[in-house]
């Protein structure tokens, strides 16, 4: 069952002023009654004092995502992430991981709420078997971490395309995991079998298209399997002609590999799973024609939203 409705506006404000970019926030959570954003946050970089403020007023809930800082550093060291095979930069992408989990706890003692905490793998530089170990390692401090900052958060792991390295699309592009889906659900899943709350998955409908995957069907993997699906973030990729790019165009861009009826089609599929989880989109103003605006863009997103009972 859906048990909440997210939207990750940053893809679409964040060329704005932060000023601009509050007033967006506030405007979804007063007009059109949202107030679950999914939203980044770096190492070492407090989030904008006016974000702080319009996310307090409205009693927001963040689904906090690592991906900028992952795909940051990842340029500059392939090698960086949570699964990395070699030990120095594990530690450095785990410490960066922990700064954030602080920056998470100093939000919720501000009354803004922290719904869950995505992390991601990194790029592959190794063999499978030896990401998977790395990453058990990894979940399992994050989880301690979590237990001790915030308690009543999700740890959840985002699911990212598996493209091998000789891919045509250049990384943050595309290659952004070390494991493949059933590689991923693996790994979680012995995590989970440690005592401790369960870590869980999140998909995110474009980089399933960068991935060459069927969408609904990978979503349907993860909610057959023992690993809880925490949630589904949807919007389209960039076409091109190597293939689909991680610029999360929108269903109003008919080349984005998604549309208004995959939307309903994958709200259908989460509304019949037993267990509580969350939908939610994230465009950005990309368009195979050209940038859009984003006010275009951001109240399509909250009427495909509203659509969800």
């Known amino acids: 069952m859906i048990d909440d409705k997210v939207l990750g506006a940053y893809a679409a404000v964040a060329t704005l002023s932060v000023a601009e970019q509050a007033d967006w926030y506030g405007k979804a959570a007063r007009e059109w009654e949202i107030n679950t954003f999914e939203i980044p946050l770096l190492a070492g970089v407090p989030m904008a004092p006016e974000l702080v403020e319009v996310f307090a007023q409205v009693s927001a809930s963040l689904v906090v995502t690592m991906v900028a800082q992952w795909a940051t550093n990842g340029q500059q060291n392939p090698a960086y992430g949570l699964s990395s095979v070699d030990e120095i930069s594990r530690r450095n992408a785990l410490l960066d991981a922990q700064s954030i989990l602080q920056q998470c706890h100093a939000l919720s003692r501000r009354g803004v709420g922290i719904r869950c905490v995505e992390v991601h793998t990194g790029q592959g530089t190794g063999g499978g078997i030896a990401h998977a170990v790395a990453l058990h390692r ?135 799973s037993p267990e509580p989880v969350f939908i939610g989109m994230k465009c950005s103003v990309a368009s195979t024609a050209g940038p859009l605006a984003t006010e275009e863009v951001l109240t399509a997103q909250a009427q495909l939203l509203n659509q969800v009972g």
Do not use: Y
């Open 138 to 272: 990894s979940l399992g401090e994050l989880r301690q971490a979590m237990s001790a900052l915030l308690p009543d958060s999700d740890l959840v792991v985002e699911v990212a395309d598996s493209r091998p390295a000789d891919h045509p699309i250049a990384f943050p592009a595309a290659k952004k995991s070390s494991l493949t889906l059933p590689e991923l659900i693996a790994a979680v899943a012995a995590v989970n079998r440690d005592p401790g709350r369960a870590v869980s998955l999140v998909t995110n409908w474009g980089r399933l298209l960068i991935n060459g995957d069927e969408p609904l069907q990978a979503i349907g993997q993860i909610l057959a399997s023992e690993v809880p699906l925490g949630g589904v973030i949807l919007s389209g990729a960039g076409a091109s002609p190597e293939g689909f790019m991680d610029s999360h165009n929108s269903h109003l861009d008919p080349e984005s590999g998604f549309t208004a009826a995959d939307f309903k089609a994958c709200a259908e599929l989460l509304q019949a």
